[in-house]
């Protein structure tokens, strides 16, 4: 007996309903010839549910499955029920090819189910429509694509590369209608995917912040020997029907990141379109401490909303690289005590202080406390020690043990212009990270390397 993929999504909130209309849809589709599998039904029946008043219990529902699972024929259900019953559908993909191949899909199910249809074939604005019927357009995304249309039904096809800037033109497309819904599909974003409309809206339903939306999907939930047979039938509802352990197996390759994510439909935490990848950083990582040569070099970086102060510290290493760890983060409000304690008994060569909320006190405690002058870089400097810090990343010059909070910042940020001669900085993807924690270690880091030896004074007679 041939054994099948797991049915059930792995992960899924779905609204309580009591009707669907989904069967009508299936019937509908296997009029053509072709067989609904019964994953394929059961999460039709959630997308398609509606309420006592027979609107629609999910006005916004999105699904992720691995790759070759038959995801679209869902959607071909979906849109062949909105034609029979006069719906106005616009059908988006990331790329031409995408669209083109979505309408070569419905009309080929129409053709099947001999259905007269009205047809333009002209890829990246294909259209179907039926005389007595509803009509669905295709098209390839855009920034402001779909304005000043309106339509009932709006599919997010390839919904890993949905952008900001296309949902700010698309999501009001379908407000006019009386019974709007918008249907999002795709796989996990790799390396490549630009998109963070589709996860920022998994994250949403899962954390239950949309009421009225639904989500399901088919996935690990952590990173698995990609030879785990088990987790590829967990994660594939279609293996043993669409295709098999033999065609699996030959997906296999030296990118072990890139199969869980396309095969095994694991979300990765970070972004990934991060100026710094997770990759790039972890090459970096050493699991013991390296032999640690001469002084400390610290950076200490007030936060541009002055809320915050971070502290790191570099430190060159036996084999000639910099080893880099961040000391802490701490609200301003709690003094600069712990900052100057550190300094104190701490064996530091250079301090380097940046943040003007900040720095200035700081230089005076310091003063006060007998201790060495900081350094106070300049627009010019800082921009050299982000330089320098890029390019210690890709020369594999900077160590680190890979502290969790540090290795957070870094794998989510993008870079700031600076200045009007190409000079660049970082920031934060996100509002509630504060780059305050990766800026102290790029300053201990240039304080480090370019330090110069000390020359030994000699005296002639």
């Not at 790329?95 to 899909?105: G, L, P, Q, T």
């Not at 357009?137 to 920034?143: D, I, V």
């Not at 990609?226 to 279609?238: F, G, I, K």
């Not at 008994?345 to 380097?352: I, R």
Request: hydrophobic share 35%.
């Amino acid at each position: 007996m041939t054994r099948l993929g797991n049915p059930r999504p792995t992960r899924s909130v779905i609204l309580p309903y009591e009707k669907s209309k989904a069967q009508e849809a299936v019937d509908f589709y296997e009029k053509s010839g072709r067989k609904a599998q019964q994953w394929q039904k059961d999460l039709l029946k959630d997308i398609m549910a509606v309420n006592d008043d027979g609107l629609w219990t999910h006005t916004k529902f999105g699904y992720s499955l691995p790759r070759r699972n038959g995801k679209n024929e869902l959607v071909v259900m979906r849109e062949f029920w909105g034609l029979k019953n006069g719906e106005e559908i616009m059908h988006t993909a990331h790329r031409i090819s995408a669209s083109h191949s979505a309408w070569e899909k419905l009309c080929y199910v129409l053709d099947k189910a001999k259905i007269e249809y009205r047809s333009i074939r002209a890829k990246g604005q294909e259209l179907i429509e039926l005389e007595d019927g509803g009509r669905v357009q295709f098209r390839t995304r855009t920034s402001n694509g779909g304005l000043g249309e309106g339509v009932d039904l709006m599919i997010i096809d390839e919904a890993q590369e949905y952008t900001d800037d296309q949902e700010s033109s698309l999501k009001y497309v379908v407000s006019s209608s009386h019974n709007p819904q918008t249907i999002l599909l795709g796989t996990p974003p790799t390396a490549v995917s630009a998109g963070t409309v589709f996860p920022n809206f998994r994250k949403a339903v899962l954390n239950g912040d949309k009421p009225d939306n639904g989500w399901a999907e088919w996935g690990v939930t952590e990173k698995k020997d990609v030879h785990d047979v088990e987790s590829w039938y967990l994660t594939n509802p279609s293996l043993g029907t669409i295709f098999t352990e033999r065609s699996i197996r030959d997906e296999i390759g030296p990118d072990t990141d890139d199969f869980n994510i396309q095969r095994l439909g694991l979300w990765i935490s970070y972004n990934q379109k991060s100026a710094i990848s997770s990759q790039d950083w972890e090459t970096l990582q050493v699991k013991r401490l390296p032999k640690l040569v001469g002084k400390l070099y610290v950076g200490i970086k007030f936060g541009n909303d002055g809320a915050n102060v971070a502290m790191s510290i570099a430190v060159k290493t036996a084999t000639g690289k910099v080893f880099i760890e961040s000391i802490d983060c701490r609200s301003v409000r709690s003094g600069n005590q712990w900052l100057l304690s550190f300094l104190k008994e701490a064996n530091v060569e250079k301090v380097v202080i940046d943040g003007a909320s900040g720095q200035g006190l700081l230089e005076r405690e310091m003063k006060d406390a007998r201790l060495h002058p900081p350094i106070l870089p300049t627009v010019k400097e800082i921009i050299h020690a982000n330089a320098d810090w890029e390019q210690g990343i890709y020369q594999g010059t900077i160590q680190h043990k890979g502290q969790p909070s540090l290795v957070q910042i870094v794998t989510n940020c993008e870079k700031r212009n600076i200045g009007s001669s190409g000079g660049f900085g970082y920031k934060s993807q996100f509002d509630d990270m504060d780059i305050s924690l990766m800026d102290s270690c790029i300053l201990a880091y240039w304080a480090c390397v370019e330090s110069k030896p000390a020359k030994k004074q000699k005296v002639w007679y």
